[in-house]
């Protein structure tokens, strides 16, 4: 399968733990995106990378998240200090330059 | 800011019956706009697309009309089928998709 793969599909940790996902997109796409889900809602548009640059970030994207593509091919966001409030999906998708998305299936975080 | 939002959060078909699904947006400027499919435990999947250059795209069962006058899209799938029952989005993309909260489709046999 030459999808949008995500790592993990399910993590579940402490408050206040730090986590990190990773997001492999298909090969030849140049841009990754970040979205968080939570249920009911429509994915939120976090972050994205054109090839390693990161181009833009939400407001709402805490200073607890950041988000690296480092040789513009997977990517990982990491969580520091983890909240309650952080349970949600996590999407990744990738697309060429400004066409469709593919998304993975996503990791579900929840933080007990 | 841009917002993206669906007429209603739930549709209910019969199988067989057309469905057509309605979204508004409020950023005259945009010009891309894509139709996505979600169903549960997956991610979003690409359905079909419009750029504001044209009014009407067609795909399988699938057709998107783009109103720029009122700022509308409607997505309309002919012959529903139960395998179409997932949640529907429609999503404002300016270099990356910004998602309304979506229509719940469920489809009667």
């Known amino acids: 399968d030459t999808g949008v793969s995500q790592d993990p599909r399910h993590k579940i940790t402490k408050r206040g733990q730090n986590v990190t996902f990773r997001c492999d997109p298909i090969?030849?796409?140049?841009?990754l995106y970040w979205y968080r889900q939570t249920l009911g809602q429509g994915p939120e548009f976090l972050t994205y990378?054109?090839?390693?640059?990161?181009?833009?970030k939400s407001r709402l994207l805490s200073d607890r998240f950041s988000a690296e593509r480092p040789k513009g091919s997977f990517s990982t966001l990491e969580i520091q200090r983890t909240e309650q409030g952080d349970s949600a999906m996590y999407l990744c998708?990738?697309?060429?330059?400004?066409?469709?998305?593919?998304f993975g299936q996503g990791t579900r975080l929840t933080v007990v | 800011g841009e917002s993206v939002g669906l007429h209603l959060p739930t549709l209910s078909v019969q199988e067989g019956d057309n469905s057509i699904i309605n979204c508004a947006y409020s950023?005259?400027?945009?010009?891309?706009f894509i139709w996505y499919k979600q169903e549960s435990g997956k991610g979003p999947q690409f359905i079909i697309d419009?750029?504001?250059?044209?009014d009407k795209r067609q795909g399988q069962r699938v057709t998107v009309l783009l109103n720029k006058t009122v700022k509308h899209l409607s997505l309309q799938i002919a012959a529903t089928q139960p395998g179409d029952s997932a949640v529907y989005f429609c999503?404002?993309?300016?270099?990356?998709?910004?998602f309304g909260d979506g229509t719940t489709l469920t489809v009667k046999p």
């Open positions: 998708a990738s697309s060429l330059d400004r066409e469709e998305a593919f």
């Open positions: 419009i750029r504001s250059n044209m």
């Open positions: 990378f054109q090839n390693e640059a990161q181009l833009e």
């Open positions: 999503a404002e993309n300016d270099g990356k998709s910004t």
């Open positions: 950023n005259s400027a945009s010009d891309y």
């Open positions: 090969s030849e796409h140049n841009r």
